[in-house]
């Protein structure tokens, strides 16, 4: 087995290889960390000179700010709305029958399959047949749409994990389902439901296609209106944003490995 | 009857959602089969036009393109999966695997814009690759990337490379070590042991990934839009000029109708065309 037999020379092909492809992997974050300090405004490789111009612009850029705060709206709505809605539904998957059960677990599933721009136009659509406008509440509803089957997926495996003699020895001792449910089932599923809020979270923030379809000028996130500045223009300052954007972000992972282990929560952890 | 205590409470809620998506999706129907009117958001009477207009060669192409550019997309990035999900599940290091995992998982949260303006660097005419080919002389002029189909694929590749490692990571992570070890001791080489017992028995992982990633790229939107810079044409970017440049919605419509159906056709194919290999797997 090339990673598990001393440095056979086929290891070392190995170890090499998955180098390698970690630097494809990594290259584009590096490049873009480079061009962020670059002092002039022309896209050019290597740079001259070196500054931190282009974070300042980032930061004070309206409508990135403004983006920003729209995007931390939508997120903190779809993300809740979807951990509230998904973790029911995920107990009602894991521990009853009802009418329906496969069809609606498939519907709400979809959106894995479904292209983005589809449940963008579809939305969009059915906001002019409704006449409801392009408000928050749309592009809430289609980031719950789209993030929902993460939510539904992190729940349903910590229901996997939960020991069910808990709850059963609760109620034996005479404890009412509501009980139950408050006081054993969700505090026993909080690493779940916290991670596949965060996971939620993060997916919405960055969240593109679909809220390009659904949004306006009044409702765009950072995203939108950074793909907006792209399309304008060509200096660093979407890099400088992205630096900013690949450190938060790499940090949160890092801080949900460290507290709930991001292999559990992905599922690819040995047996 | 079992009892199920607050299966409304449950329930509800998520039918409601679903209810949401299948009235976008019946909106996208109904649309598909309306006339378009110029210069109107409102649409006219019920008519087949928009799915004869598919047929045009600028929209054809356009979608044959676009199927063999997400083949293309899911074979590399399986290629290249494949051994970052294998080192990820056997690596015995504990540091090795936490930075193997964030290596590989990180770009999966990074949105499509940002990964995608990396890339714009990347393979600019002043960019990365470029400016390293010139400095060591094996250039004078720059290579042409931005706008092409390969720079269109190399980033697609990068944008579904995490969602497949995952998939592959989670496949390899539940194979029962002992028949590999079962293998060996019977005097099978590595290789041999990898081709006939680890592969097969990854098939699962190894098909999810790859109908993943193929509807990923299918909905990939601003890589093919900024990278290809109009040059190259997929269903999205379609979908799209339709939509915002002409408002000709009821098109548009269509077009995304096809592409779900193609969608979910080459999915069924693909599971169809895997399960001998996977019966073999289960053996």
Redesign the interface.
């Known amino acids: 087995?090339?990673?598990?037999?001393r440095k056979?020379p086929?290891a070392l092909a190995?170890?090499l290889?998955?180098a390698i492809?970690?630097g494809?992997?990594?290259?584009?974050?590096i490049?873009?960390t480079i061009?962020a300090f670059n002092d002039k405004a022309?896209?050019?490789?290597?740079p001259q000179s070196y500054s931190w111009r282009w974070f300042a612009r980032a930061l004070s850029y309206g409508d990135f700010q403004k983006g920003f705060w729209n995007g931390l709206i939508v997120t903190a709505w779809a993300s809740t709305i979807a951990l509230?809605?998904?973790s029911?539904?995920a107990?009602?998957l894991h521990?009853?029958?009802?009418s329906l059960k496969s069809t609606?677990e498939a519907?709400?599933l979809?959106?894995?399959?479904?292209?983005?721009?589809?449940?963008g136009?579809?939305?969009?659509?059915?906001s002019?047949?409704l006449t409801v406008g392009r408000g928050f509440p749309l592009v809430v509803?289609a980031h719950?749409?789209l993030v929902?089957p993460f939510v539904l997926r992190s729940v349903f495996i910590s229901l996997q994990n939960l020991d069910g003699r808990l709850e059963l020895a609760a109620s034996s001792l005479g404890a009412s389902?509501?009980r139950v449910?408050f006081t054993v089932t969700l505090p026993l599923l909080v690493p779940g439901l916290v991670s596949g809020w965060l996971f939620a979270a993060?997916?919405s923030?960055?969240?593109?296609?679909a809220t390009?379809?659904v949004s306006n000028q009044a409702t765009q996130t950072l995203?939108v209106a950074?793909?907006n500045y792209?399309?304008e223009y060509a200096d660093p300052t979407?890099?400088a944003?992205?630096v900013i954007?690949?450190v938060v972000?790499?940090l949160?992972?890092?801080l949900a490995?460290l507290f709930f282990g991001?292999?559990k929560i992905?599922?690819?952890?040995?047996? | 009857m079992k009892q199920r205590p607050f299966i409304g409470w449950f329930v509800s809620p998520a039918a409601l959602v679903a209810l949401g998506l299948a009235a976008a999706m019946a909106a996208i129907l109904q649309y598909s089969v309306r006339a378009y009117v110029p210069g109107s958001l409102d649409v006219g009477g019920l008519t087949l036009e928009n799915f004869t207009a598919l047929l045009r060669p600028l929209y054809a192409w356009a979608f044959w393109g676009t199927i063999l550019l997400c083949l293309l997309t899911a074979t590399f990035t399986l290629f290249l999966a494949y051994p970052v999900a294998y080192a990820l599940v056997r690596v015995r290091s504990k540091a090795l695997k936490s930075f193997i995992l964030i290596a590989s998982v990180t770009p999966l949260f990074l949105g499509e814009v940002v990964r995608t303006y990396s890339w714009m660097i990347v393979l600019g005419n002043n960019g990365f690759i470029n400016s390293v080919l010139k400095s060591l002389g094996i250039i004078d002029r720059p290579l042409q990337m931005m706008f092409t189909t390969p720079g269109v694929v190399a980033a697609l590749v990068h944008v579904t490379m995490p969602i497949m490692v995952i998939m592959l990571a989670a496949g390899l992570s539940h194979i029962d070590r002992n028949y590999e070890k079962a293998a060996e001791s019977l005097g099978a080489s590595p290789v041999r042991c990898f081709l006939t017992v680890t592969l097969p028995l990854s098939m699962p992982g190894i098909v999810a990934g790859f109908s993943t990633a193929f509807a990923w790229t299918f909905s990939a939107f601003a890589t093919p839009q900024l990278i290809g810079g109009g040059k190259v044409n997929t269903v999205s970017t379609l979908v799209y000029q339709l939509g915002f440049a002409s408002f000709n919605f009821p098109f548009a419509a269509s077009l995304s109708l096809a592409g779900l159906v193609m969608t979910f056709a080459v999915i069924a194919l693909m599971k169809r065309a895997m399960r001998p290999v996977e019966r073999l797997g289960e053996q």
């Open positions: 087995m090339p990673f598990s037999m056979s086929l190995g170890i290889l998955v492809i970690l494809f992997v990594m290259l584009p974050a490049v873009v061009t022309i896209l050019a490789f290597p509230i809605v998904g029911g539904f107990l009602a521990r009853y029958a009802f609606l519907v709400l979809s959106p894995l399959v479904i292209p983005h721009f589809t449940i136009l579809g939305l969009l659509i059915l002019a047949q509803l719950v749409i929902l389902p509501r449910l993060i997916l923030f960055n969240e593109f296609t390009l379809f995203p950074m793909y792209v399309r979407l890099a944003l992205s954007y690949i972000t790499a949160l992972l890092t490995n991001l292999g992905l599922n690819v952890d040995a047996h």
